[in-house]
């Protein structure tokens, strides 16, 4: 079967976009086709794979209208029912005092301040709460007790992704913990720990709301990295970097650290 005969099948209203398994490559869930103002863009994103290209669908302009009209009411109201739910606090999840001895070693061992996390005094984890339009949506907590799995614990699964900070260059690292440090050593950058092992339109949707996109996943990760750049970048359009890490950024290594200040200086320069 050819990749148009593939798209076809689909049956792509206007406006309607696919991600799914490469009908060329079998590359799994690489493959994009987005139906939109009556051309069809497709695209994988598995490297060395060629399949990718614009055609046109045989829409009339009036068509078109119509059914982008009919979208955006149908979007509308998945919206409203989409609203993100605030997370219930459990009893056990609390403000941290100086007797969670577990709690304070682990706040002094990475140097981060005290003031945004809770403490989750049944399972012994460091609790870092997420936030969406001002309320707590989700939190991820940090095993520091004799239960050690999972290492982090989603509480509600709510959150798309984690972000800390205001600035216009986004960071991408491997956990809350990493893109907490980054913002503490780089005031000026927004990181973003993405929650899961891929990139969903979520993440592309608030990736898009920055200039710049640094990547710095830990070592042992550079196949990640490499794919998200290639990603995002086709994606949103953002230029993005990737960045290979001598050791995690919680480690704070000063070769690291002086790398990713210059990358975020070259790109301030730029804009
Ligand atoms: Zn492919």
């Not at 490297?47 to 009209?69: F, N, P, Q, S």
């Not at 403000?95 to 003031?115: C, E, V």
């Not at 239960?147 to 992704?161: M, Q």
Request: hydrophobic residues 35%; contains cysteine.
């Amino acid at each position: 079967m050819s990749v148009r005969d593939f798209i076809n099948d689909l049956d792509l209203k206007e406006g309607d976009r696919y991600r799914g398994d490469c009908p060329e490559c079998r590359g799994k869930n690489t493959f994009t086709a987005t139906n939109i103002l009556g051309e069809m863009r497709y695209n994988c994103f598995k490297l060395g794979c060629t399949v990718g290209g614009i055609y046109d669908t045989d829409m009339t302009a009036a068509e078109i209208y119509h059914r982008m009209k009919e979208q955006q009411i149908a979007r509308a109201y998945t919206n409203i029912k989409k609203e993100k739910e605030t997370m219930e606090i459990p009893e056990y999840v609390v403000i941290p005092k100086a007797n969670h001895t577990k709690h304070q070693r682990f706040i002094r061992r990475w140097g981060i301040a005290l003031g945004d996390t809770m403490y989750d005094v049944k399972d012994e984890r460091v609790v870092f709460p997420i936030k969406h339009k001002g309320r707590i949506i989700d939190a991820v907590g940090r095993a520091v007790g004799k239960k050690h799995s999972p290492k982090w614990y989603r509480y509600t699964g709510e959150a798309d992704y984690y972000t800390v900070g205001n600035g216009k260059i986004l960071l991408i690292v491997e956990d809350v913990l990493s893109a907490i440090i980054a913002t503490q050593e780089l005031p000026y950058i927004t990181a973003m720990a993405i929650l899961g092992t891929s990139l969903s339109p979520k993440h592309m949707e608030k990736i898009q709301e920055y200039n710049r996109v640094i990547i710095a996943l830990d070592p042992d990760a550079i196949g990640k990295t490499v794919e998200y750049r290639r990603e995002i970048e086709l994606w949103t359009g953002n230029k993005t970097t990737a960045m290979n890490l001598l050791d995690d950024i919680k480690y704070k290594m000063d070769e690291d650290l002086n790398k990713l200040k210059e990358l975020c200086n070259e790109v301030s320069s730029n804009h």
